[in-house]
């Protein structure tokens, strides 16, 4: 018989510190699986854990055009294949209040 292990994901402290908040946000649903929690505002997943220090963040293609200037100035925000989507690096303190701010324009897009 083989015993599988499950692994679990490590994450660096400032994306846990960014899941604990999210946790409090009454917009968002944060749902645990045993891939790790999903994060959904009306049912659409808006934040994905992308890595030990990467969280990604559905803004949508709209809202990426119209802060993309903006974007590509920032060297913590990466695009990513699928254009509702941009991945940030949380590397620091200002890094979380990007990643905040950045999800409640995400928050806003899936309300509106």
Same mark, same amino acid.
């Given at each position: 018989?083989?015993?599988?292990?499950?692994?679990?994901?490590?994450?660096?402290?400032?994306?846990?510190?960014?899941?604990?908040?999210?946790?409090?946000?009454?917009?968002?649903?944060?749902?645990?699986? &045993?891939?790790?929690? @999903?994060?959904?505002?009306? +049912?659409?997943?808006? *934040?994905? %854990?992308?890595? =030990?220090?990467?969280?990604?963040?559905?803004?949508?293609?709209?809202?990426?055009?119209?802060?993309?200037?903006?974007?590509?100035?920032?060297?913590?925000?990466?695009?990513?294949?699928? &254009?509702?989507?941009? @991945?940030?690096?949380?590397? +620091?303190?200002?890094? *979380?209040? %990007?990643?905040? =701010?950045?999800?409640?324009?995400?928050?806003?897009?899936?309300?509106?």
């Amino acid at each position: 018989m083989t015993a599988w292990r499950r692994t679990v994901a490590r994450h660096g402290p400032y994306v846990v510190r960014a899941v604990a908040e999210f946790r409090s946000w009454p917009a968002i649903v944060v749902s645990d699986t &045993r891939r790790g929690p @999903t994060f959904t505002v009306r +049912g659409t997943e808006i *934040l994905r %854990l992308a890595g =030990a220090d990467e969280v990604q963040v559905r803004l949508t293609a709209p809202a990426i055009d119209r802060l993309g200037p903006y974007l590509r100035e920032c060297g913590q925000v990466m695009a990513c294949p699928d &254009r509702a989507w941009v @991945t940030v690096q949380l590397d +620091g303190e200002p890094d *979380l209040d %990007l990643l905040f =701010a950045l999800t409640s324009v995400a928050i806003k897009e899936h309300v509106a």
